[in-house]
């Protein structure tokens, strides 16, 4: 019966391919339709499915005539082979089903090496952004006639020597776009790691001090008031903040932008395309009016040096696009934690690679797990009911046929009898019931493996991230949060201290036209003493001082001066020249 259905259904499918889709009246010429392939060729240099490109390579491995576009129907009388029929909507249907798979596996290296094609609106008029400034230099970023020079050389090589294909280790290499970084933003797995770096980074903060101060001595009143300024000034601008929200920013787009905004012409729209320099003459006093975080979704480069290396500009943009006004880059403060290679900077809108991608394969893996662990657990117990499937209207002789209404009534008297409170009647004699139940041990271990993986991209112990306690006798996470620890003493020395150091060039101009070098900052760690190892670490201080005076080493002065000069010493604050006996200077 199976058989004979197969066989008239795939013999109306042949009729209709041979006749057409109505069936009925045959076509007067063959059906052509529009070939399509699951993966378009690779088209290096930038340009996209349906653009022009007079360098993209043919199906043949050759190159494709000018003008001509990616996917269009060929012409009549083509060495392409025709997909007719059955075969044709079979074909076309698999293509339809390559549109969901990732980008790299639909356009291969070339939509690796891909430039980043900004949203419309974002790039503008030179000419209307800054009349008064020279026109910039074509890009090879904007597929115009650059596409031949360095920049899409270097792509087009880049596309012919990729050879990772579309399997496991290619995916999730192109980069996933802005929109869809926001939308993977919304789920706790991506969100939750980019927003504790970005909070730990910033939790304990800073400490502003001077260079030239004497360890152990309080600054001097000028420098202790110039301190005082800096800091409320930093209050005023929303500096903690806003170093939290850029850090956001740059984790989960993987780029950060920070405008400064200044007050009268220099603030206005026609002078952003000029530079900003961080010095009396750039920058003058009660100019700085605000810093605001700009979204790098709205922004993408105008002009860059593609061409020499040597040069100190190589792959840095000279200035970018913020949603149709030409902003000089020394009027953006920028972070970027990870970069990403040359080849690559075109296609990532000269960003970096976003935590959340990182992620991406991990958190799908655990996704999935998870969705499996918990399908086996609802469906973990089969009941199995053993009866004779046979009908009673079988014809003589012949196969038995199944009785389908005798047992769908059957199974309906098992379901509404299935409670603890019913009573399940068998026969004896031809009927069986048994539970067959799958066994779960180990599901447990699997998820949390798989929960484990999500936390060793970013390095953030579990029990800071999922709230994961270390079981078994004296366990202790204490080592693994000292690692993490330093890991985001690294992330600040390497990604917010040079911002904070521009920040803090601003704020001096702002405040007094000039800046004072011997001025900084220092990051206070985040890993604290508790009050028992204080006081347990101070102690064996003052019985190595005191065995130390005891033998002459050191006088008595001399651990005065060390503890005074320990910033982690319960006696920071001493006053040197203050006598011990409390006697007056010392001599």
Known sequence: MIKGFLGNGLRRLHGRARFGQSGGQPHSQPMRVEPRAPFPPCVPGGAQAGHADAHAPGDDGGSRPAGARTGARPPVGSDRVVRRGLFARLGRAVAGAGQGFAPLQQGGAGALFAPYRPPEGVRGSVAASAPHSPAAPALAADGSAADSGADGAAARFAAAQFSLGSGVLADGLPFRGYPNLAAMMLRAEFRKPVEIIAREATRQWIRLRCAQTRPGLAPPAQTAARL?????????????????????????????????????????????????????????????????????????????????????????????????????????????????????????????????????????????????????????????????????MSDTGGPPELDAQGITARLAAMTAWQSNNGTFVLDRETEDFAINAAPLSGLADLQAQAQEFMASVPGIPLVKLFGIQPQGLNASSDGEIRVFYDEIAAFQQAHIAPVLRAILTLVQLNLWGSVDSTLDFEFVPLWQMSEQETVAMERQKADTDDANIRAGKITAQEARAREAADASSLYRTLDLGASPEGGGAVA
């Open 228 to 392: 005082h300024a800096i800091e409320t000034e930093f209050v005023r601008l929303n500096v903690r903040d806003l170093v939290r929200r850029l850090a956001v920013h740059a984790l989960g787009y993987g780029m950060g932008h920070v405008w400064i905004g200044l007050k009268g012409a220099a603030g206005a729209p026609s002078a952003q395309a000029l530079p900003l320099r961080l010095t009396s003459h750039g920058i003058g006093r009660g100019q700085l009016e605000r810093l605001s975080l700009i979204d790098p979704v709205w922004t993408t480069p105008n002009s860059y040096n593609a061409t020499n290396p040597l040069a100190e500009d190589y792959y840095r943009p000279a200035d970018w696009w913020v949603q149709g006004t030409l902003v000089h880059a020394t009027r953006l403060l920028n972070m970027v934690p990870y970069e990403v290679p040359d080849l690559l900077k075109p296609a990532y809108n000269f960003g970096g690679l976003a935590l959340p991608q990182m992620l991406e394969a991990y958190v799908h893996n655990f996704l999935r797990t998870r969705q499996s662990v918990s399908d086996m657990i609802s469906n973990y117990a089969t009941r199995v009911l053993r009866t004779d499937m046979a009908g009673t």
